[in-house]
């Protein structure tokens, strides 16, 4: 029996990066897949094939997870296409990096609104489904820097903090329905993103990690994995570092 066998999952920002790397491990474990991004291009195509040909159903949604409206809309096509919503992950995000004195109300308002609000509106959209099944598990995605912050990204620092609490405070309000929340911090992940640092800079964050390398995305997808399975039944209003032991 798989872990997440027969269980629906929606992953937002998922055609590519750690939410793509989520969609697959969960797929692999027997679950149906929903993810979303800004647009289904021929990279949210040729994810939503890479999931199918794990022997699960998948579908992708073109959402502005930042639209209240639009994704109310998108978690109702869900459940149409699906049936029930058992998982959601709220993975969307963005980085738009500077220093406090320079940053601009828009790099501010968009992080916030991509990271933190698209949290708030999945979650908004799926409880009233979760709580009809009395069950689900919300897995936010949040950073190390949500939890230690960093010099260069408020706006980034105080989405990622948010969406730890933000779990919290779900987890306090809908345990009794039977439905569970939790965080997760990645640290240094090796990602398109940081694969495109130099050397010298990928060298300089290892000699801060423990384990001395950058973590993978199906390292954060094997944690992800656990939480939105029966593994964890009893754990919620949690932080999972995913770290190499960089901040303890």
């Known amino acids: 029996m798989k872990l997440l066998e027969g269980k629906v999952a929606i992953i937002t920002g998922a055609a590519r990066g750690i939410g ?7 797929a692999a474990e027997g679950a149906n897949i929903a993810f979303t991004d800004l647009v289904i291009d021929e990279n949210g195509l040729a994810t939503q094939k890479e999931i199918e040909a794990l022997g699960v159903k998948a ?11 639009e994704t109310h809309n998108v978690v109702a096509e869900v459940v149409k296409d699906f049936g029930r919503v058992d998982i959601l992950v709220n993975n969307a995000g963005i980085t738009k990096d500077g220093l406090m004195m320079r940053m601009s109300e828009g790099q501010w308002d968009a992080v916030i609104g991509v990271n933190l609000k698209s949290a708030f509106n999945f979650i908004h959209a799926c409880t009233p489904v979760m709580m009809k099944q009395r ?16 010099a260069g990204q408020s706006n980034y620092s105080a989405s990622k903090a948010g969406m730890i609490g933000l779990a ?22 090796m990602t398109d993103m ?26 954060v997808a094997n944690i992800a994995t656990f939480l939105a399975s029966d593994m964890s039944s009893y754990v919620s209003g949690q932080v999972i570092q995913v770290d190499g032991g960089m901040n303890m």
Request: proline residues 4%; positive net charge.
């Open 20 to 26: 793509k790397a989520i969609a697959l491990k969960f």
């Open 168 to 189: 919290k405070s779900v987890a306090q309000e809908l345990g009794s329905r039977g439905i569970r929340a939790n965080a997760i911090a990645p640290g240094f992940i």
């Open 59 to 69: 579908k992708g949604y073109a959402s502005n997870a930042a639209n209240f409206e």
């Open 194 to 219: 940081t694969a495109a640092l130099s050397e010298e800079i990928k060298a300089e964050w290892a000699k801060k990690i423990p384990l001395r390398r950058g973590g993978t995305p199906e390292d």
């Open 135 to 150: 069950s689900g598990s919300i897995i936010n995605m949040a950073s190390v820097v949500g939890v230690h912050g960093n």
